[in-house]
């Protein structure tokens, strides 16, 4: 996750470290879980949502030959991504930053209407062009 916070016309971007590597890679669920407590802080009006997908424990293949993995699966990284951007209003987007081995999952999650990016600087980009806007057309 990205955090983005503007402050007397900066932007700032952070990384949010969410969870350690080991914890991140082996288990999904409190990692998506943090996902969401982040982004529904008051404090928080939009988010990156960014992972590695090189792990099984994330489901984040197609189902098929070679490997238990199934995208589609409850409880995997898409199907805890797409109940966070349904439950909230505040803009979300995902960033796969990995191969075309990842299109299905891509594809899942874009079919679901969430953004989705294949590098982070242009997700981030987009959410920042994004909020601009909004915040215009909301007379801030």
């Given at each position: 996750?990205?955090?983005?916070n503007?402050?007397?016309?900066?932007?700032?971007?952070r990384?949010?470290?969410?969870?350690t590597?080991?914890?991140?890679?082996?288990?999904?669920?409190?990692?998506?879980?943090?996902?969401?407590?982040?982004?529904?802080?008051?404090?928080?009006?939009?988010?990156?949502?960014?992972?590695?997908?090189?792990t099984?424990?994330?489901?984040?293949?197609?189902?098929?030959?070679?490997?238990a993995?199934?995208?589609?699966?409850?409880?995997?990284?898409?199907?805890?991504?797409?109940?966070?951007?349904?439950?909230?209003?505040?803009?979300?987007?995902?960033?796969?930053?990995?191969?075309?081995?990842?299109?299905?999952?891509?594809?899942?999650?874009?079919?679901?209407?969430?953004?989705?990016?294949?590098?982070?600087?242009?997700?981030?980009?987009?959410?920042?062009?994004?909020?601009?806007?909004?915040?215009?057309?909301?007379?801030?």
């Amino acid at each position: 996750l990205f955090f983005l916070n503007e402050h007397a016309g900066i932007l700032y971007v952070r990384p949010l470290l969410v969870s350690t590597g080991v914890l991140f890679l082996s288990y999904p669920p409190p990692c998506m879980e943090s996902a969401r407590a982040f982004i529904e802080d008051p404090g928080v009006d939009c988010a990156v949502i960014s992972n590695v997908p090189l792990t099984k424990a994330l489901q984040t293949l197609p189902a098929g030959e070679g490997h238990a993995e199934d995208l589609t699966r409850p409880g995997g990284f898409a199907s805890r991504t797409i109940e966070i951007f349904r439950s909230t209003a505040k803009p979300v987007v995902v960033n796969i930053d990995s191969g075309a081995l990842y299109d299905p999952l891509a594809g899942h999650l874009e079919k679901a209407g969430i953004p989705v990016f294949r590098r982070a600087d242009e997700a981030l980009r987009f959410l920042r062009l994004y909020v601009d806007r909004m915040s215009r057309e909301a007379g801030r």
